[in-house]
């Protein structure tokens, strides 16, 4: 989680890593808000500016709109906002995919909740994240809101084959890429988890239309290389997609997959890989997660890219940790 403080003061005498930079502007009865991001979030590009739409809504039963500033973050700028007294829901929007005139039909708390991204529209050097967070404006000095990705990575770490005793043991895997498959494209903003898939996108395998339409084709598919052989590789390829908690598959909702594709003796071989749907315990993909895959080739895996690859096929080591923490559950199967 990322940590946004948005403190409301009167007279700004703090400093951090960023700020954004809002109008200098208070109403009636209202006061002075400074929005700062911390250094925990803009550690990996500090250098660079983030633009952020930042909420306020009135805490109520009609949860209306109080305020809405689009702001950009600069290091060691303090910046302010305004905003009516009382209590609020504060609403913020990192690296969002829309201008600030996309945002005019938003009158309430309960319409931004119903507002979605598109997977397509991610780039790699900045994911929209959100966060939402609670304060009583002219009374509380801070609000903190736990910003968080929608999207969730999935890494392949390593790859390596292992076809003793096969007739084509001393065989490697040639022309191989790492894809994601049944992936979901359209995801609400705000939501926090019970994701399931509203468009799919490479549905049952890699769909050229689907990947020319993003605007950063290395989220979806990636290439690993001219070949890998018993030596472990580590590729170290990162893809990008939204949740899928879906706790069945159906035609219309089925589990996403790490796709490893590849030719062996001129065959095309696939090895699609449920994510986290190790037996009971598997949730699927959820928000702001990373699932990392350590990966060893055992069979010439399978012919169709959307039937998972069964244990005698392919040994993997998956660790799930938070987008932005070390620390991480192991599953091996």
């Known amino acids: 989680m990322k940590n946004l403080s948005i403190l409301f003061l009167p007279v700004l005498s703090f400093s951090c890593s960023a700020y954004y930079d809002v109008p200098q502007a208070v109403t009636e009865n209202g006061t002075r808000i400074s929005v700062k991001l911390t250094d925990k979030a803009t550690s990996a590009e500090q250098d660079k500016e983030y633009t952020a739409d930042i909420f306020v809504f009135d805490d109520d039963r009609l949860q209306r ?14 910046p302010s906002a305004a905003s009516q007294n009382g209590k609020k829901i ?26 979605v991204a598109d997977l397509k529209k991610e780039t790699g050097h900045g994911m929209l994240m959100s966060g939402v967070g609670y304060v009583e404006a002219g009374k509380d000095a801070v609000c903190d809101i736990s910003i968080s990705a929608l999207a969730a990575e999935v890494q392949l770490r390593s790859l390596r084959c292992d076809f003793s005793g096969k007739p084509y043991q001393e065989s490697a895997i040639k022309d191989v890429k790492a894809y994601l498959t049944n992936v979901n494209a359209v995801a609400k903003i705000l939501q926090k988890d019970g994701f399931s898939p509203e468009t799919l996108c ?123 923490e070390k620390d991480n559950t192991e599953i091996i199967f």
């Open 202 to 324: 490479n549905q049952g395998g890699l769909v050229k239309d689907d990947v020319l339409a993003f605007a950063d084709r290395d989220l979806i598919v990636r290439k690993i290389g001219n070949e890998v052989g018993s030596q472990t590789v580590y590729p170290d390829i990162s893809l990008i997609c939204y949740p899928n908690e879906c706790m069945e598959e159906t035609a219309g909702s089925p589990f996403t997959r790490l796709v490893i594709e590849g030719r062996i003796n001129g065959q095309t071989c696939y090895y699609p890989i449920n994510i986290n749907r190790d037996g009971r315990s598997g949730t699927g993909i959820s928000r702001n997660c990373r699932y990392i895959f350590d990966v060893t080739l055992k069979s010439t895996g399978s012919s169709d890219p959307d039937t998972a690859v069964s244990p005698a096929d392919i040994d993997i080591a998956c660790l799930i940790a938070p987008w932005d």
């Open 65 to 78: 709109l109080d305020s809405y500033q689009r702001i950009r973050c600069r290091p060691g700028e303090m």
């Open 90 to 115: 504060i609403a913020a929007i990192i690296n969002p995919q829309s201008d600030s005139y996309g945002w005019d039909h938003i009158s309430s708390f309960q319409a931004l909740q119903n507002e």
